[in-house]
């Protein structure tokens, strides 16, 4: 699995909630963001996480051979979509892989809503 790292001393099982809280964090330090957003709507609802609940804005999949980030996140109004998208995306991937030493498979971007800053 990826998130086991085996070592000559043992085995490290990095849990879901620990790469879910260090890819909120380098999202949350990318331009243009405006926070990250549960995944869970309802009523239409849409409230920003803040920084102790940025895990829930992260959906992780682990799998035998794959780890799939998932960040539902809201956009500032009038910057570019793609160029914060993007740049999220370089960003989580850097900061799993230094942080962690787990390199993503895919890293996918949920914009859930635009907003004024």
């Known amino acids: 699995m990826k998130n086991l790292i085996k070592t000559p001393l043992g085995t490290i099982n990095i849990t879901r909630e620990v790469i879910a809280v260090v890819a909120g964090n380098a ?3 990318c331009y243009g963001l405006v926070g990250m957003v549960s995944q869970k709507m309802s009523d239409g609802i849409i409230e920003l996480l803040g920084r102790d609940n940025l895990g829930k804005g992260v959906e992780v999949h682990i799998d035998e ?5 998932d960040l539902y ?3 500032q109004y009038g910057i570019k979509i793609s160029e914060v998208a ?3 995306i370089e960003k989580v991937h850097y900061n799993l892989n230094k ?3 787990i390199v ?3 890293v996918n971007v949920i914009v859930k809503t635009v907003r004024v800053k």
């Open 86 to 88: 993007h740049n999220v």
């Open 65 to 69: 051979n794959n780890l799939i980030v």
């Open 99 to 101: 942080y962690l030493g």
């Open 73 to 75: 996140i809201a956009v």
């Open 104 to 106: 993503p498979d895919k």
């Open 27 to 29: 999202a949350v330090e």
